[in-house]
């Protein structure tokens, strides 16, 4: 195996957005030796385009604010399908993590009293996202970067892992491919930290960038660990939908929470005509009051429904626009334009509040959103789903093998509540590094046999064998056929018989990914790259759509046709998902553990 | 809409050349669309970096023709569609294959600045006060998304191939963050002078010119920081009192 690289390290942290930097920041400031392996240039990941900010409970612009309301929102928010205990940590440790953020040279816009300045966002009771301007995760991901360099942490670009390498039942490694060259890595670890984010490239309409293929969910469930939640994708209320070019390129929720409101081709402010019972007294029951709110000129004034939570946002405009009450290009208008009729100088505040936006919509769509309405449709943007991990430790069922921030679930059950995912990163990324730290100085190294490695070598090379039958556009193809059937049978609204659909039709595209070949060489080569993420995309695909078939009621971000209701039956359990003896994909219902006293009357006081 | 001609580069480290593709052309497409396009029908192996294909990640700066851009934030219609459309790495950096090239000097550079150091925490929980005028200088420069579209027009890198001597204006932009940061307590003059080259920058503002996000790189960083540098070291009446009373470096911070 002279064509292999193999380098050893005490934890391997797979991913390197906001959790996996934070987790490497951690394990190496734990004393242990550190790798961190990235499919793209580092400071390129995913959590770069996040733009309103992190939620955490500071209360530098609410006083009322605490960790307590933070929690009871952020249950309420994910229909109580949460771990609670993950939601609890999250919600008390988020402050010091944001404050951390600022000691390794974050700058974020402050209050007038100079503190870090808090936003409203949807679901959230009070003002409580850090954040700068709609440029946040940039913001985020910079300062863990500009401090991780200096932290002793290997870092290894352009590498894809394609498989986890275990010895016995522990997680003993993994190996990957290097893009530049298409050479092979073997890293040997006594614990490895998955932190590779989401699954949107299953679906065609995606705020997400091609890296988002569900790889460190098919690495885990392979190597043996769990998924949980998997039916709860989140459909971002606000994506761009003209011109197509850029349909699903995200449109951040700061807009509303900025004053920004939504209106059908009526004119109409729709989101007026249709709130949910449990927040029916917490919405705003005029738009002078609404507008009370954003300005935070009026404390008791309630929320405007724009601020609703994603999932029923997004039903909404979906509704508007099937009812026919459509923008031109199927979406609903999204106007902030329209403070200038409440504040001097609207046009340089937008630009100051929302300058990505501005941007975005000017060079892109020709519109200037300080002048007129952007037009707006749902996009697929987040898993709530993932790797189910312990609560305190993160850790997955596999022994060593951790999980934090996207792939990993559980903070938000049924449906994540904007700003409650970049502070997931950092809070349990810390976690996940700190325990990983640990595992790796207590356990000594475990062997990986040879033969594991060879045959992840084969799994690797085989898209590249020329004698098998080329498929007109390669992966490529098979990968647009996926996310065209994730699309319209496994979306927004769901029935049975168009998921059963897609469980079989997975299974045929699964056939056609075993065959698909990629031309040229292994020397920096997508439509190889392409082939080998087929695998994880598909695999996730069905995950989502076995749990989605199961879960026959309509909560949070899963809404089903044919079961329009919550069902209270399925407020108790979480599906889970495991490979089974034979390959296949086994679903059990497991009982969500009783949440202590303490916690159900947070919650009572929050009602 | 229209089938337009696209000359790509192609190649490796060793050789390449331009190669011709068809692509359909409709509303509203960038540039990165059609390299898309491109690699899913004709050429399942062509080399390119993306990622947000929002301005937000500078991962798929190129140049169209000629011109160092953003392929993702480069819409079709605003060109002229009748003649083929160039589209080639940047050159300031080694080839690595068709589209990508070799940016490692960029990791380089930033590694060689010394990092943020704040002062003491103004507050008990370990929290600062600062007045959002305060931060406005700094944030102007936090916006950069490391496209590297500056370095890649800067002559002293991409004519005098200076990556060893310069870091760049990319990092000066860094530098002045990290300087005019109301916390931090560092001095990096002494470096910028001696191994970061900013004498070597003429102020052509051609970084500022094809800057993305729209940072004014020359007028705010780097000639603040020339400024800066001739202060500590080229002041006649500081070198005089310095020599007289063997004053350590003043700081020069604000």
Same mark, same amino acid.
């Given at each position: 195996m002279s064509d292999v690289e193999t380098l050893e390290y005490d934890v391997l942290v797979i991913g390197a957005g906001g959790a996996g930097l934070r987790a490497a920041i951690e394990a190496s400031g734990a004393g242990v030796s550190v790798g961190l392996v990235c499919k793209?240039?580092?400071? !390129?990941?995913?959590?770069?385009?996040?733009?309103?900010g992190l939620a955490a409970a500071?209360?530098?612009?609410?006083? $009322?604010?605490s960790w307590r309301t933070h929690f009871a929102d952020t249950m309420r928010g994910g229909y109580y399908l949460n771990n609670w205990r993950m939601a609890q940590i999250h919600a008390q440790q988020a402050p010091d993590r944001v404050r951390e953020l600022e000691a390794w040279g974050a700058v974020f816009d402050r209050t007038?009293?100079? !503190?870090i300045n808090q936003r409203n966002f949807g679901?959230?009771?009070?003002?409580r996202l850090a954040h700068v301007g709609d440029r946040t995760g940039l913001e985020m991901i910079r300062t863990l970067q500009d401090h991780g360099i200096h932290q002793g942490i290997d870092v290894h670009m352009e590498c894809t892992v394609t498989h986890l390498l275990k010895g016995g039942e522990r997680v003993a490694g993994a190996f990957g491919y290097a893009r530049e060259l298409g050479k092979f890595m073997v890293f040997k670890a006594k614990a490895v930290v998955l932190a590779?984010?989401?699954?949107?490239?299953?679906? !065609?309409?995606?705020?997400?960038?091609?890296?988002?293929?569900g790889d460190g969910q098919t690495l885990a469930y392979d190597a043996g660990a769990e998924l949980i939640d998997m039916e709860f994708v989140q459909f971002h =209320?606000?994506?761009?939908?003209?011109?197509p070019s850029v349909r699903g390129i995200l449109v951040t929720e700061g807009v509303r929470g900025e004053g920004g409101i939504l209106k059908n081709s009526l004119g109409? $402010?729709?989101?007026?005509r249709d709130i949910p019972d449990n927040y029916k007294s917490s919405t705003a029951d005029t738009p002078e009051e609404g507008w009370r709110y954003v300005t935070k000129s009026d404390i008791n004034a309630r929320r405007p429904p724009?601020?609703?939570t994603r999932d029923h946002v997004a039903r909404c405009i979906r509704r508007e626009v099937r009812e026919g $009450?459509?923008? =031109?290009?199927?979406g609903a208008f999204l106007d902030i334009a329209w403070i200038k009729e409440k504040i001097p100088n609207a046009q340089e505040h937008i630009k100051k509040k929302l300058p990505s936006m501005y941007h975005q919509f000017k060079e892109?769509?020709?519109?200037d959103i300080t002048k007129e309405p952007m037009e707006v449709g749902p996009t697929t943007h987040?898993?709530?789903?993932?790797i189910r991990v312990?609560?305190?430790?993160?850790?997955?069922?596999?022994?060593g093998l951790y999980a934090a921030g996207e792939?990993?679930?559980?903070?938000?059950?049924?449906n994540r509540l904007g700003g409650n995912s970049l502070s997931d990163l950092i809070v349990f990324g810390k976690l996940a590094g700190e325990h990983a730290a640990e595992f790796a100085k207590q356990n000594a190294a475990v062997t990986v046999s040879n033969e594991q490695i060879l045959q992840a070598q084969r799994d690797a090379l085989?898209?590249?064998?020329?004698?098998r039958a080329t498929l007109v556009g390669g992966a490529y193809q098979v990968q647009y056929e996926l996310q065209e059937l994730m699309q319209d049978k496994v979306g927004i609204v769901r029935t049975e018989a168009e998921i059963m659909e897609a469980i079989d039709t997975i299974q045929i595209l699964k056939e056609k990914a075993k065959s698909v070949s990629a031309p040229?060489?292994?020397?920096?080569?997508p439509g190889w790259h392409t082939a080998l993420d087929l695998r994880n995309l598909l695999t996730v695909s069905e995950a989502v759509a076995q749990a989605a078939v199961r879960r026959k009621e309509s909560r949070g971000a899963h809404t089903r046709d044919d079961f329009p209701e919550k069902d209270d039956?399925?407020?108790a359990f979480n599906f889970v998902l495991r490979k089974g003896p034979d390959g296949e994909m086994q679903v059990t219902e497991e009982l969500i553990p009783e949440m202590p006293h303490e916690l159900q009357q947070i919650i009572e006081d929050h009602k | 809409m229209a089938m337009v001609n696209f000359k790509v580069w192609r190649g490796d480290k060793i050789a390449g050349d331009f190669q011709e593709y068809q692509t359909d052309v409709t509303e509203g497409m960038v540039v990165l669309d059609a390299v898309h396009q491109i690699q899913a029908e004709?050429? #399942?192996?062509l080399a390119c970096r993306w990622n947000?294909?929002?301005?937000?990640?500078?991962?798929?700066s190129a140049e169209v023709n000629g011109m160092p851009r953003l392929m993702c934030m480069?819409? @079709?219609?605003?060109?002229? @569609?009748?003649k083929s459309i160039t589209i080639e790495p940047m050159r300031a950096f080694p080839p690595i294959k068709d589209l990508v090239s070799d940016v490692s000097h960029n990791y380089r550079a930033k590694q060689k600045i010394k990092p943020f150091q704040p002062r003491k925490?103004? #507050?008990?929980?370990g929290s600062w006060n600062m007045q959002q005028q305060d931060v406005e200088r700094v944030q102007e420069f936090r916006?950069?998304?490391?496209?590297?579209l500056c370095q890649d027009v800067c002559h002293v890198l991409?004519?005098?191939?200076?990556h060893d001597e310069f870091v760049g204006p990319r990092f000066f932009v860094y530098v002045a963050a990290l300087e005019m940061h109301p916390l931090d307590e560092a001095d990096r003059l002494h470096e910028l002078k001696e191994?970061?080259?900013?004498?070597?920058?003429?102020?052509?503002k051609c970084c500022t010119k094809v800057c993305p996000e729209h940072i004014t790189i020359t007028d705010n960083a780097i000639i603040p920081l020339k400024e800066r540098v001739a202060d500590e070291f080229y002041d006649p009446v500081k070198k005089v009192i310095r020599r007289l009373f063997g004053l350590s470096k003043p700081n020069n911070k604000s």
């Open positions: 793209s240039l580092l400071g !390129k990941a995913h959590t770069v385009m996040a733009e309103g500071m209360a530098n612009v609410d006083e $009322r604010d007038e009293a100079g !503190k679901g959230h009771a009070h003002p590779t984010g989401g699954i949107g490239r299953a679906y !065609k309409v995606t705020s997400n960038s091609w890296e988002y293929t =209320p606000t994506g761009m939908v003209w011109p109409d $402010r729709f989101m007026f724009e601020l609703l $009450r459509g923008s =031109p290009h199927g892109l769509a020709g519109i987040y898993v709530m789903g993932g312990d609560g305190e430790t993160q850790m997955t069922a596999v022994p792939c990993a679930a559980g903070l938000h059950g049924a085989s898209p590249l064998d020329s004698s040229g060489n292994r020397q920096y080569n039956e399925y407020s | 004709s050429a #399942n192996d947000c294909k929002a301005g937000k990640c500078g991962s798929c480069t819409r @079709l219609n605003d060109m002229d @569609l009748s925490p103004d #507050n008990a929980d916006k950069c998304i490391e496209c590297y991409r004519d005098h191939h200076k191994t970061q080259g900013i004498g070597f920058c003429n102020i052509t």
